[in-house]
């Protein structure tokens, strides 16, 4: 029997248990126990259970692996899904239902795992539908799909079709929230385009809501159709792929009626969001990627009333044909046959790239790039993922969660730019800001700016604050904040202007760093060192701080010597001490001065008398700190203006320096004997960003020969390894050969 209830406020859950209950005991219950029912009771969190959609097959599936093994019922009811309610619900039907399943599970495993605990020693068995549970309980199931498997053989029809029918080679993606399993939709859809059209492009999207809030799934397909340089034939893609409930229907029959073909998800798109082909466009839906939930809700169901049940990960995918592609209905012209894909996949002689199992991401992206002191080329970053960023120098960038955000920058013209984007580090995708909620305040273009990364103390965002900078009105005192609107998973954010700056702070090519300027503090400032000042043209030694609570303010060192007045250097901390490297002025820098927050004093350490390795003087290099306490230096320009690609470790506790050479060499031009890239090129005006222990990214432009220019998106990655750099205290001062 199956009873649907609409609310889910608790009144309304109460009756629906009572009324559950009651009729429980008015049918009959099939070859189960007088005192167990073996039923299943589904709970979905707002999704309606009519037509032929997602919960309906959920039901559907329970119901017929029930009806087979002369079993009970199934019934229906949305709740409220927390720990409380459910808790209470699971409770008071305990005594009548044997297995809970909780549909569209994706936000709820972690509740769905909390209140299973509490009912192993009596039976109950939990499955949660299309997610993946990594802690699940001894009585919980995650019924999983192989969504990357379904996406990427969309992916190989639109890259067909738009290569093959008169296409440009074009292509749009539309994914929801930047979650599990939505990852493995927009991954393997582009790993599906790139396998059919190697030379295809995908324009991607994340977006935040699946119910089409704020238009945004037409909104969506309007900035694809625009993405394009004004000389493109009015639509950049020729098929697009909705993969965001309610957003990607209302975005594909937005894009079929703009004359592009379109791939639906869920269901048949064509019966379902094309109304059976009366709504116009109706002839350019090619296909719809769907999983079903009818055969992995049955199979699981019916094994374990069998006694085979299963805690942890149950997949499901094409070899037990839990996916398919609908019919291609008035589109049966244009279609191109992916049979030959979709026996690849079915018999795993066909990968996805993706990781099924921990987070969608590539897994090209994943820990495979932990061989100790090497250099991976991620080239499909470039234009295969979204639209890759300019050619850029002198950027601005930092790291928010998985996110390497870039900002500003000049391009190849010479021209400043006022591009945000980001390279989504666990995706292998260059994305940008599809909507500034705070529009439209946001940073002019401008280049030699700073950006860094800062903890908001209390709450769970983290914020990429922009200062100064050369724009075209000269050096600027502009102190921007950005923010993404949902934790990072989502493509937008706001954008907010700081106005308490003052003039006499204006500069560029200055450095900046968190940290806290004291040590009780819990919540870091901004320090901002040197640079070139547009009040008087003229380079500076001078150290600022800005901090939340307190504004702008100077910091004087207490004595001994000082730096000189600088720009173009770089700067890291470890352990509440600033290490400046490098730079220019009137005199160049040749030294490492150290700042000392406690003592707010400076330290200078030279080139060693006994020879001991030390750099080079340079301008425009890039450095990061890695492990706390170890700072590495990347390229940059020499005194004589050779660019240069050479790497340099500083270990912070020893004052150490150590010149790297990477496992992947072969000269200057980073190329081996066949002209293959194994190393970055020779580079200035470039950012590295530290990725995790044991990797680091760089991102920037070839200046070495105007024709091999790179975009910021033909990124880098060098690991590390553990040998390569000691953790503080592991190695005596006298013997460092197990660092190398």
């Not at 899904?81 to 039907?93: A, E, K």
């Not at 969309?154 to 296409?167: N, Q």
């Not at 992916?338 to 018999?347: I, K, N």
């Not at 730096?563 to 160049?588: C, D, K, N, Q």
């Amino acid at each position: 029997m199956i009873m649907i209830m609409r609310t889910r406020l608790m009144l309304a859950m109460a009756m629906t248990i009572a009324m559950t209950l009651m009729m429980t005991m008015m049918v009959g219950v099939g070859n189960a126990q007088p005192d167990v029912i073996n039923a299943v009771y589904i709970i979905t969190a707002g999704e309606s259970i009519t037509g032929s959609g997602f919960n309906v097959q959920v039901m559907n599936g329970a119901r017929q692996a029930l009806e087979e093994e002369g079993q009970g019922i199934v019934s229906f009811a949305y709740a409220e899904t927390n720990v409380p309610s459910l808790t209470q619900t699971v409770s008071s039907l305990a005594n009548n239902y044997t297995y809970f399943i909780l549909s569209g599970g994706i936000f709820q495993t972690n509740i769905i795992n909390e209140v299973a605990e509490n009912f192993i020693s009596r039976g109950k068995l939990f499955f949660v539908v299309d997610t993946i549970n990594s802690n699940s309980p001894n009585n919980t199931q995650a019924i999983t799909f192989r969504q990357d498997q379904v996406a990427f053989l969309a992916g190989v029809m639109a890259g067909r079709v738009s290569s093959s029918r008169g296409g440009q080679g074009r292509v749009g993606m539309l994914a929801g929230l930047e979650l599990f399993p939505l990852k493995q939709f927009r991954n393997g859809f582009n790993n599906g385009v790139r396998y059919a059209c190697p030379n295809c492009t995908v324009v991607g999207l994340y977006v935040d809501t699946f119910a089409n809030e704020d238009n945004a799934g037409e909104r969506a397909v309007d900035y694809m159709l625009a993405a394009g340089p004004s000389s493109s034939n009015n639509k950049f893609i020729d098929v697009f792929f909705g993969a965001a409930g309610g957003t990607s229907s209302a975005a594909i029959k937005h894009a079929a009626a703009a004359g592009v073909f379109v791939i639906g998800v869920d269901s048949d798109e064509y019966l379902t969001t094309f109304n059976n082909g009366s709504v116009a466009g109706a002839n350019r839906i090619l296909t719809s990627a769907r999983k079903d939930t009818f055969v992995g809700v049955y199979s699981s169901i019916k094994r374990s009333v069998q006694g085979l049940f299963t805690p942890g990960n149950s997949i499901y995918d094409f070899q037990n044909n839990a996916l398919y592609l609908t019919p291609c209905h008035e589109a049966c012209d244009v279609v191109a046959d992916v049979s030959d894909a979709r026996g690849g996949l079915a018999s795993n002689s066909l990968s996805t790239g993706v990781d099924q199992f921990i987070s969608g991401k590539q897994i090209s992206m994943s820990s495979n790039y932990d061989s100790s002191n090497t250099w991976y080329h991620l080239s499909f970053s470039r234009d295969i993922f979204g639209l890759a960023p300019r050619s850029l120098r002198f950027h601005g960038a930092c790291l928010l969660a998985d996110r390497v955000m870039l900002f500003g920058g000049v391009d190849v013209s010479g021209l400043s730019v006022p591009d945000l984007v980001w390279f989504n580090y666990g995706d292998g995708v260059w994305d940008s800001l599809f909507r500034n909620t705070n529009d439209p305040p946001a940073p002019t273009a401008r280049s030699r700016h700073t950006a860094v990364s800062m903890p908001i103390a209390g709450t769970n965002f983290v914020q990429m604050w922009v200062f100064g900078g050369l724009t075209d009105t000269g050096a600027s005192s502009d102190l921007w904040q950005f923010q993404f609107d949902c934790l990072g998973i989502c493509n937008h954010g706001k954008w907010s202007h700081n106005t308490t700056s003052l003039p006499r702070l204006a500069r560029y090519s200055h450095s900046a760093v968190v940290v806290a300027l004291n040590e009780a503090d819990t919540q870091p400032c901004m320090v901002v060192f040197g640079g070139f000042r547009g009040l008087d043209l003229r380079y500076s030694n001078e150290l600022f701080a800005y901090c939340i609570d307190k504004g702008w303010s100077s910091i004087i060192p207490q004595g001994g010597d000082v730096p000189p007045e600088i720009g173009s250097h770089t700067a890291v901390v470890s352990l509440r001490r600033m290490f400046v490297y490098g730079g220019s002025g009137i005199v160049p820098n040749t030294n490492l001065w150290v700042f000392d927050f406690t003592s707010r004093s400076w330290t200078v350490h030279s080139s060693p008398s006994d020879g001991s390795p030390f750099p080079p003087h340079r301008i425009l290099h890039a450095s990061v700190m890695v492990r706390d306490s170890s700072m590495l230096m990347y390229g940059g320009q020499s005194q004589d203006g050779a660019v240069l690609n050479d790497m340099w470790y500083l270990d912070t506790n020893l004052m150490t320096w150590t010149l790297v050479t990477p496992r992947q060499g072969g000269g200057d031009s980073g190329e081996d004997s066949n002209g293959v890239m194994n190393r970055p090129p020779s580079v200035n005006g470039h950012t590295l960003v530290s990725l995790s222990r044991n990797q680091v990214v760089v991102v920037g432009l070839d200046t070495a020969t105007s024709s091999s220019r790179r975009s910021a998106a033909d990124t880098w990655i060098y690991a590390i390894g553990e040998g390569l750099i000691c953790s503080p205290g592991t190695i005596p001062n006298t013997d460092r050969s197990a660092c190398l």
